[in-house]
């Protein structure tokens, strides 16, 4: 008989994986509604197997990372006990990131990539100047010149 755990299924998914006396058979209802047992060779059957559990793994990402209800105050207030942040300091938080994509977006574009360099990609100032061909000094005044705009930028927003 098998031995895999019973799987969550996803509704169009048509078919189940089934293992007997070393045999591997794939079940499915054909259009009649009559249940089709079909022998298949292992190599088949483990094909079958793999796209069941990448199906699963989906669905799992989707439950886990989706929002799936509608938003109500009540729904946020639920959201707001278990996130530690209060509504102020979500939207708060929500502003800063905001005016941080603006402030940045606002740059030259060689400040913006290297300034995304250093801090995002976390590289060195010397691994930025290899690979722009200039000197480590010009990327460092670039970087710091970038931050320093940035701050101007946000204190007038």
């Known amino acids: ?11 169009y998914n048509p078919y189940t994986l089934h293992t007997e006396k070393g045999k591997y058979y794939i079940v499915f209802l054909d259009v009649n509604n009559h249940i089709q047992k079909v022998e298949v060779s292992k190599k088949i059957f ?3 197997n ?3 559990l990448e ?3 989906q669905m799992n990402e989707y439950d886990r990372h989706l929002e799936h209800s509608e938003v109500y105050e009540h729904t946020l207030h639920k959201k707001k006990d278990s996130s530690g942040w209060s509504l102020e300091e979500y939207f708060e938080n ?3 990131t905001e005016n941080l994509h603006i402030a940045i977006n606002k ?4 400040q913006k990539r290297r300034l995304k360099k250093y801090y995002f990609e976390e590289k060195t100032f010397e691994e930025i100047a290899l690979e722009e061909g200039c000197t480590y000094q010009s990327i460092q005044r670039s970087v710091y010149r970038a931050a320093a705009k940035i701050k101007n930028i946000l204190k007038n927003l």
């Not at 008989?1 to 509704?11: I, S």
């Not at 740059?107 to 060689?110: F, K, M, N, S």
């Open 1 to 11: 008989m098998d031995k895999r755990p019973k799987r969550r299924k996803d509704k």
């Open 46 to 48: 483990d094909s079958f």
């Open 50 to 52: 793999k796209f069941e």
């Open 55 to 57: 199906d699963i793994s």
């Open 107 to 110: 740059l030259p574009e060689v």
């Open 94 to 96: 929500v502003q800063v």
